[in-house]
């Protein structure tokens, strides 16, 4: 058992994950991560799209000219590239469409009314 009573989750990968599935379908917030399989870049970003959601977006690739594109076309205000680790005090934290408008954090947080794009790169 836990020492915080139970209220843990062991961080989890799952496999195979549906595109209608609740998680591809809701902001789940916790340590789980999905993988849907695709055949195009551009079925992956329609995937990625196809939610009312947009706060944070990971992809990994190796090809540069992906990370402009894909990183451009995905709708969330945060976007990772090669890295899991996304959050810093100088980048604005936010996301868009049903996951909020504006941003707290970096000198954009002022700015309530705009929907900025963040993209973390790690080696290509």
Same mark, same amino acid.
């Given at each position: ?11 989890? !990968? ?40 947009? !706060? ?59 929907? !900025? ?8």
């Amino acid at each position: 058992r836990h020492e915080r009573g139970g209220r843990f989750f062991q961080p989890t !990968l799952l496999d195979n994950v549906a595109p209608d599935a609740l998680m591809c379908c809701e902001e789940t917030f916790g340590p789980v991560a999905g993988v849907t399989i695709f055949d195009t870049e551009d079925e992956a970003i329609r995937l990625a799209n196809d939610t009312p959601f947009g !706060l944070t977006a990971y992809f990994f690739t190796r090809d540069n000219a992906r990370v402009w594109r894909v990183g451009a076309a995905i709708e969330s205000g945060m976007v990772a590239v090669n890295t899991g680790l996304l959050s810093t005090a100088e980048a604005p934290f936010g996301g868009v469409k049903e996951s909020g408008l504006g941003r707290e954090g970096s000198r954009w947080g002022m700015d309530d009314w705009s929907e !900025l794009k963040y993209l973390a790169i790690a080696g290509l």
